[in-house]
Structures are given as structure tokens and as C-alpha cells.
């Protein structure tokens, strides 16, 4: 596709699709609490939420993870000639890929929440998927994550040296901490929608720097 290989344009799509994800955080688990109380909480925020707002939210996010996945053909100009490129563009496209089937999960954890006890034993089965999709994340997003500060940090892409604080590495951590300090009702939802609050960031930033144009 032409439109992906103009990085500007890319990035818009990761712009968009991590702010689609964050709004589908918000709708499955956006339960006005601090942070502290919102991390101890777990799945029985769901509980506090209609099911259709559940549903809705794990609709909504994998289409931004799809987006985001799209997006992840920036990588092919932001990081031109470095080693980096393939483990930075396979890995976030292997972390959209998990991230979206994360928060499918979630909704439909969220319907089981407000089925009640008799679903008790389908939720053993569900919660070995929900920890296999987790360590697929981190094994494709940490190695990408990590690439992508490298390349920015040592000036192998087009991005100051400075924007590395604004890659995933750095402003997911900083949004996470943040919404863990924060008092209701602002810090438990920022804390549910760091990940992707995160990710927003880099995409915006990295729009910001792209080289205009088609790539290679």
C-alpha cells in the first residue's frame, strides 16, 4: 500500500488505533478509582460496569489494534539501514496482533463476570489463554521496545536523540507510574489505559519527526 509507505501517514494510523485502544480500556475497565485500589481490584471492575459497555470496549480495541499493526510499516523509514528495523517492525506488529486478541479476551471475560457462578468452570481455560497472550505480548513488544530506544537514543533514526523518552520504553512506564500515584477519579483509568496512552505518545511524536514522503 503507497499510503503505508509514506511514514507520516503511518504513524497517523498508530496515533489513531492506540487512542481507539485506550478508549476501549476506558469502556471495559474505566472504573473512576486510584490507582492503588484500581490495581488491587482486578477482574471485579467488570462487575461495576454494564456488559454491553464491556462488549462494546472489546470491539473497539482491536480494530485499533489493527490500525496500530498498520502502522508498524513506519518503521521502515523511522529506522532505514539499522539491524533494528525487522526486530522493531515484526515486534509491534506481533504486539498489535496479541494486544488486540488481549482485550477480545477481556470482553468476553467480562461477560463471564456478570454470568455468575455457574460459568466457574470455563474461567481456569480462560485465564491460561489470558497469561499465554501476556507472555506473547512481552516476548514480541519488549524486544521491539527496546530496539526502538536504541535506534532513537544512538541517532539511528531520523527523531532527535531526545525523543527517546517519548518511545513506548519510556512513556508507558512514566504514564503507569502516574496512574498508580494519582487519586480517583483520574488515576485508575490512566493506570488501565497507560499501555495504550503510551503508545499514542510515540506515534504522535514519531508523526511529528517522520521524513515526509514515500520510503523504500
Known amino acids: 500500500m503507497p499510503f503505508l509507505r509514506d511514514a507520516r501517514s503511518a504513524c ?51 480494530v485499533g489494534a489493527l490500525l496500530q499493526g498498520l502502522a508498524a510499516a513506519a ?68 524486544p521491539a521496545a527496546i530496539g526502538l530506544a536504541v535506534a532513537v537514543g544512538t541517532g539511528r533514526s531520523p527523531l532527535p536523540r531526545a525523543a527517546v523518552l517519548a518511545t513506548p520504553l519510556s512513556t508507558i512506564p512514566i504514564l503507569s507510574l ?7 477519579p483520574v488515576g485508575g483509568p490512566l493506570l488501565g489505559a497507560a499501555f495504550n496512552l503510551g503508545m499514542a505518545l510515540w506515534w504522535g511524536t514519531a508523526r511529528h519527526f517522520a521524513p515526509a514522503g514515500p520510503g523504500r
Do not use: K, N
Open 12 to 62: 497517523l494510523l498508530g496515533v489513531v488505533g492506540a487512542l481507539l485502544m485506550a478508549v476501549g480500556d476506558l469502556l471495559m475497565l474505566g472504573v473512576p478509582l486510584d490507582g492503588v485500589a484500581y490495581a488491587a481490584a482486578g477482574l471485579e471492575l467488570m462487575a461495576e460496569l454494564p456488559v454491553q459497555r464491556i462488549v462494546i470496549g472489546g470491539t473497539v480495541a482491536p
Open 75 to 142: 518503521c521502515l523509514r523511522l529506522l532505514p539501514d539499522t539491524a533494528l528495523r525487522p526486530v522493531v517492525t515484526f515486534g509491534l506488529l506481533g504486539l498489535a496482533a496479541v494486544a488486540g486478541c488481549v482485550h477480545l479476551s477481556f470482553a468476553y471475560m467480562g461477560v463471564l463476570v456478570h454470568a455468575g457462578p455457574e460459568v466457574a468452570p470455563v474461567w481456569p481455560a480462560v485465564l491460561l489463554l489470558e497469561a499465554v497472550l501476556l507472555v506473547l505480548g512481552a516476548a514480541a513488544g519488549l
Open 178 to 184: 502516574l496512574g498508580l500515584l494519582l487519586p480517583a
